[in-house]
Structure formats: structure tokens, C-alpha cells
Antibody, heavy 123, light 113 residues
């Protein structure tokens, strides 16, 4: 059964770079030809798609964040990562990684999701 | 961007009664080449991650109770819980995956009356 687990610092200072990792178990990037996504949820608010990456490395980002976001995949470690630069308090959120539901398509629902990790931006 | 608007923001329903959640997209999410609506529904219980309930607007995910159903096409969609159970207390989100950026509705909180 595929499982996703986010990890990274829970506190980041304003103007610095947020870096998170999502470890995938129960499957291999080399054998799972899906897109993988990062999604965030500010406390008490709704969901925002950050961007997605294909197992091969091609990416698609939300235009609202595109200038600050980099998503990458390390197939040898079965991990995907998220970097968000120049963070502000508005970037405080629970960050989820998730797999797109269908093989080979970006235009997709998300399933499964990781448990999420809270990142607070504060000095 | 396609804007997803859910209504109501919250609703309180008695146990065993029907709960109806609406989701409206700012443009059609129906793809005529495969006759599918690119619309999904999620349930998020307090302190938990979102869980996929429905995809293609009306296809129930494996393991989801049949009291949950999705309907609609084009720009107007509905999630119905036919007989509300205590474990259904949650926030429900719709999501379009017709175009990039993928967008979600603002959520509807379902509580017990």
C-alpha cells in the first residue's frame, strides 16, 4: 500500500527558503508512472495546489507561486522535494504531498495524500 | 483560473437526514472528447488529511460508503450524503482538474444538528 510522509523544518524565518521532503514507501518512482503533487492548507483555510512533477522530472506549477517554487524528484531515494523561496507569514500552512490518481496525467484528482506537515513562518 | 464556489459554507443536519453540498465552477469542466467531468470531491475530518470520495463527478472511490453520491455536469455539481452519520462530520471540498492551475472550492463544513 502506497504511503507518503512529509518531513522538514516546522519553523522557517521570513525571507528564507522552505524545504520539505516527501518519502514514498510501498512503491517505486521507477514503477509508478504518475504525477506527484504538493498542496498546502493555511490554518483554518482551504486547499491550494502548489505544483506537480512527473516521475520523469517534468513539472507544472501554480502561476501564483511559480516564481518561488521548485519541485524535484530523487528516484534513487523514492523522494520528492519542495523548495519555496522568500517565504512570508502568508506561507504558513500544512503542506501535503500527494499522488495524482491516474497514470500519466496531470489533469487529475489526488490520491493518496500524506499526513501533512505544519510549517510556520515566523522570526 | 477556474474558480470553484461551494455553498453553503456550513450546514447542520440531523442524524439520518440528507445533506446536500453544491459546487459551481466559473467555467465548464466537462471534456467532450471523453464525456467526463473533471470534478472530484474530498472529505477532511478534523486534524486529518483530505480523503478522496468521488472522481469524474459521480464515480465513488473504492471503500466509500454508498450514502455518498456525486452528480452534476458542466458547471454545477452536488455532493449528497443520503443519511448523515456521526462519522460524516467533516469539511468537504470540490476540486477541478480540467485546467491548470488545479483549484479547490472553499469547503463546506457539515455538522450534526
Amino acid at each position: 500500500q502506497l504511503q507518503l510522509q512529509e518531513s522538514g523544518p516546522g519553523l522557517v524565518k521570513p525571507s528564507e527558503t522552505l524545504s520539505l521532503t516527501c518519502s514514498v514507501s510501498g512503491g517505486s518512482f521507477n514503477n509508478i508512472t504518475h504525477y506527484w503533487a504538493w498542496i498546502r492548507q493555511p490554518p483554518g483555510k482551504g486547499l491550494e495546489w502548489i505544483g506537480s512533477i512527473y516521475y520523469s522530472g517534468s513539472t507544472s506549477y501554480n502561476p501564483s507561486l511559480k516564481s518561488r517554487v521548485t519541485i524535484s524528484v530523487d528516484r534513487s531515494k523514492n523522494q520528492l522535494s519542495l523548495k519555496l523561496t522568500s517565504v512570508t507569514a502568508a506561507d504558513t500552512a500544512v503542506y501535503y504531498c500527494a499522488r495524482h490518481g491516474t497514470i500519466g496525467t496531470l489533469y487529475d484528482w489526488f490520491d493518496p495524500w500524506g499526513h501533512g506537515t505544519l510549517v510556520t513562518v515566523s522570526a | 483560473d477556474i474558480v470553484m464556489t461551494q455553498s453553503p459554507d456550513s450546514l447542520a443536519v440531523s442524524l439520518g437526514e440528507r445533506a446536500t453540498i453544491n459546487c459551481k465552477s466559473s467555467q465548464s469542466v466537462f471534456f467532450s472528447s471523453n464525456n467526463k467531468n473533471y470534478l472530484a470531491w474530498y472529505q477532511q475530518k478534523p486534524g486529518q488529511r483530505p480523503k478522496l470520495l468521488i472522481y469524474w463527478a459521480s464515480t465513488r472511490e473504492s471503500g466509500v460508503p454508498d450514502r455518498f453520491s456525486g452528480s452534476g455536469s458542466g458547471t454545477d455539481f452536488t455532493l449528497t450524503i443520503s443519511s448523515l452519520q456521526a462519522e460524516d462530520v467533516a469539511v468537504y471540498y470540490c476540486q477541478q482538474h480540467y485546467s491548470i492551475p488545479i483549484t479547490f472550492g472553499g469547503g463546506t463544513k457539515v455538522e450534526i444538528k
